[in-house]
């Protein structure tokens, strides 16, 4: 049941749902922290895998972009898993804590610019606000891929996340749409679990059962997340997300501190 709730929940929000599981399964289950980050890392990939497929055939993945911030973020998980061994968690989460605030203040400022562009296309009848970023080779679009799938492989390798904040606020910020950004998140983050698993297997036991349970369900959940998200009004959907994702990063941030 907590499987299918955070699967419809990722694929609706977008993100792995790694620290979702984590934290679930610390403070529900009572499960390890080490064994909760094994088990959260597995559960992502056929998570994330089912919500690609899903948001692929619903045509709200760019997968050029997407797989710039695939580049960095899987360079990211291996600097990130070898940066943990030599700098204590208490740091590490500190350091993000600020990372997301300072982030946190940057969604605000894109979203209040994006709102601009699509007045300004709606009235003037011009090209959709995302649409200069149809060049996926753009030296600003790689920059900016390079960059977030770099911030977001690193949050994974040091924390055991699957990396969503900064991946969806690059996304975001790369002029994406809503629905765009949530499918072409899931689709990174299934390239980032894959790389976190590898990386983080070796130093939590993994526990299949719970693995098979949570990802059975969250794989239903994120196929239903597309079909209901087909049935919101697109305008809706883009006023709801942005308010949403800026307080999901803040509170994200504030938890760092404790």
Do not use: C
Request: charged content about 10%; aromatic content about 8%.
């Amino acid at each position: 049941m907590a499987g299918v709730g955070i699967g419809v929940l990722i694929s609706l929000i977008g993100g792995g749902g790694g620290i979702f599981y984590v934290g679930m399964l610390t403070e529900l289950f009572s499960v390890s922290m080490d064994q909760a980050v094994s088990v959260s890392l597995a559960t992502i990939i056929p998570t994330t895998l089912a919500a690609s497929i899903s948001h692929y055939r619903a045509g709200n993945i760019r997968p050029k972009i997407g797989f710039l911030l695939v580049a960095g973020g899987i360079i990211g998980v291996i600097a990130g898993s070898y940066l943990v061994t030599i700098i204590p968690l208490r740091i590490l989460r500190i350091i993000f804590g600020i990372f997301l605030l300072v982030m946190g203040a940057g969604m605000m400022i894109s979203r209040k610019k994006n709102q601009v562009k699509e007045e300004t296309s709606e009235n003037n009848q011009l090209e959709e606000p995302n649409s200069k970023e149809n060049n996926p080779f753009s030296k600003l679009l790689i920059v900016k891929g390079l960059v977030f799938g770099l911030l977001g492989g690193l949050m994974s390798g040091m924390l055991g996340t699957s990396g969503t904040p900064p991946i969806l606020a690059g996304l975001y910020s790369m002029g994406l749409f809503s629905l765009e950004v949530v499918g072409t998140s899931v689709m990174v983050l299934f390239f980032i679990a894959i790389a976190g698993v590898i990386t983080h297997s070796a130093f939590g036991t993994m526990n299949w059962l719970l693995v098979v349970l949570l990802a059975s369900g969250s794989v239903t959940g994120a196929i239903i997340g597309p079909l209901i998200g087909k049935r919101i009004n697109k305008k809706t959907l883009d006023k709801f997300y942005g308010p949403f994702f800026t307080v999901f990063i803040i509170l994200m941030a504030i938890s760092m501190f404790f």
